[in-house]
């Protein structure tokens, strides 16, 4: 399979520590920006979605393509279109034996999304939230 | 401020214990799928992606929109659209004071993002992802 998966969310920087841009301590820089979207966008289709989650939660950890499209009211290319985006935003990879494609989740990435989109530790919801939320 | 925000994320299902359709546990239903694309896809642009982290790094815990629009080569229209997809998705909320709008993150669903991207606790590591990731 070729390999056309998007280095990003820091990897090659800092990745011992598994640290990352952080969305939520200090504003993206613009690169780091472009390349966290790219990993957003593909996640940003229902069709993905189920497609990464039936992936991901599949015991034994991989999955045929077969067992994938019988899900959809797709046609296998399309299909295949939206598993390419996934791998190519290095959520998901995938390897050929004999016939049929089978896939399986990058965990390292979802991790890093986590982490990402997680609030440095202890920090408390702010006041203004709750207000908010409930006079709207 | 009308309010348009979605109701996502399971969100008035079963919200007490801060419970996720879980993208990596199980497959997603049709539904939640259709819910948690809207929200992946508001952070899939690296202006919105920029905008997000501006405002949620922002101590005091919200911003003008003057002091977002001068760090971006838009118009002030085009930066309103994006932080009203963000609102819509549900990451920000805002308040009109006199002339400005001031907004700030709704980490509620921040965390919820970041629950639903984290592996079940414990969970190792496939020894596949390591040897696929070196052999490709």
Request: proline share 7%; net charge negative; charged share 20%.
């Amino acid at each position: 399979m070729s390999n056309q998966e998007l280095v990003v969310l820091g990897q090659g920087d800092d990745d011992a520590g598994g640290c990352c841009p952080g969305l939520l301590t200090a504003p993206l820089e613009e690169d780091q920006a472009v390349d966290l979207a790219r990993v957003f966008k593909a996640l940003g289709d229902p069709v993905r979605l189920r497609l990464l989650s039936m992936i991901a939660s599949r015991s034994g950890g991989e999955v045929c393509v077969c067992d994938l499209t019988p899900a959809f009211e797709l046609s296998q290319p399309t299909i295949s279109h939206h598993l390419k985006l996934l791998r190519q935003a290095g959520l998901i990879d995938c390897e050929r034996r004999g016939t049929w494609v089978y896939y399986w989740l990058v965990p390292e990435t979802t991790d890093r999304l986590a982490g990402i989109l997680t609030r440095p530790a202890g920090e408390p919801l702010p006041e203004r939230t709750a207000s908010a939320g409930a006079a709207s």
